[in-house]
């Protein structure tokens, strides 16, 4: 089993911070993508950014404001979001590719934490 435990989410006035940490365990040999997402009411969910080994991708409208890193020691991404303006309020999913034995994969999402940005 895996587990991605999301954390850091709150309510926040605009031109706030907030970060945001998702951490994986359980059964998976290493990580070969994290990420966030985020869906806001009546919104389809979307991508913010993701990193893996090999690059990082961020949406356009984040570009500047948020900054993703891992720790890859405990398996756990963070993201960075500065600037924050009422926009980017949503319920933000982790989601994770971890490569497991025996050349098989898992991909999965958290629970969701929500950020809210409102004066």
């Known amino acids: 089993q895996v587990q991605l435990a999301e954390s850091g989410g709150g309510l926040v006035q605009p031109g706030g911070s907030l970060r945001l940490s998702c951490a994986a365990s359980?059964?998976?040999?290493?990580?070969?993508?994290m990420g966030w997402y985020r869906q806001a009411p009546g919104k389809q969910r979307e991508l913010v950014a993701i990193?893996?080994?090999?690059?990082?991708n961020y949406a356009d409208y984040v570009k500047g404001r948020f900054t993703i890193s891992r720790d890859n020691a405990k398996n756990t991404v963070y993201l960075q979001m500065n600037s924050l303006n009422p926009e980017d309020t949503a319920v933000y999913y982790c989601?994770?590719?971890?490569?497991?034995?025996?050349?098989?994969?898992?991909?999965?999402w958290g629970q969701g934490t929500r950020v809210t940005v409102s004066s």
């Open positions: 359980g059964n998976f040999v290493s990580i070969n993508a």
């Open positions: 990193i893996s080994s090999a690059n990082t």
């Open positions: 989601y994770a590719n971890l490569q497991r034995r025996y050349g098989t994969s898992w991909s999965g």
